[in-house]
Nanobody, 113 residues
């Protein structure tokens, strides 16, 4: 069974940067979009960014201009470059791919001085 494995989270100061990665453990069809979600304590999981099979992207208003999603089909991997991080970006970040259909373990991002 193919699984999603997120990595790259950590503790960073405000205005810092992190790059998250999410890799599928096996072969998946590249026709599926990739998505990044996040869930802060006590809040619902929310969609942060999406990239289609053709590379078109969409972002939540709260991260526009700061986050960039990209994908590498050959590596079965999606990335989330996060710049100018704010304390309100603190959350567990999860990726999603319809070809896999299940969540990974997530990666914790904490923005704090």
């Amino acid at each position: 069974q193919v699984q999603l494995v997120e990595s790259g989270g950590g503790l960073v100061q405000p205005e810092g940067s992190l790059r998250l990665s999410c890799a599928a453990s096996g072969s998946i069809f590249s026709i599926y979009a990739w998505e990044w979600y996040r869930q802060a304590p006590g809040k619902q999981r929310e969609l942060v960014a999406r990239i289609s099979s053709l590379g078109s992207t969409n972002y939540a208003d709260s991260v526009k201009g700061r986050f960039t999603i990209s994908r590498d089909n050959a590596k079965r991997t999606v990335y989330l470059q996060m710049n100018s991080l704010k304390p309100e970006d603190t959350a567990v970040y999860y990726c999603w791919n319809g070809a896999v259909g299940s969540w990974g373990q997530g990666t914790q991002v904490t923005v704090s001085s």
